[in-house]
């Protein structure tokens, strides 16, 4: 094997992040379907809420 193929280490992808940003969105099973899916495609993936309505107080 030559020794550039010996040194090179196949590197992880990086982690996948996203979010959904809305008002009153507490109750969004999205965050959870994108999660399901991305551990079914085997990524690093989290999918975030940013609640601005909670954010904010209300």
Avoid at 3 to 32: C, F, M, N, V, W
Avoid at 35 to 58: F, N, P, S
Wanted: no cysteine.
């Amino acid at each position: 094997m030559p020794h550039s193929q010996a040194a090179t280490h196949p590197q992880q992808p990086a982690p996948l992040r996203a979010a959904l940003i809305g008002s009153g969105i507490a109750a969004s099973r999205t965050p959870a379907m994108h999660m399901a899916e991305g551990r079914a495609q085997g990524l690093d993936y989290r999918y975030d809420l940013i609640d601005i309505a909670a954010r904010d107080g209300g």
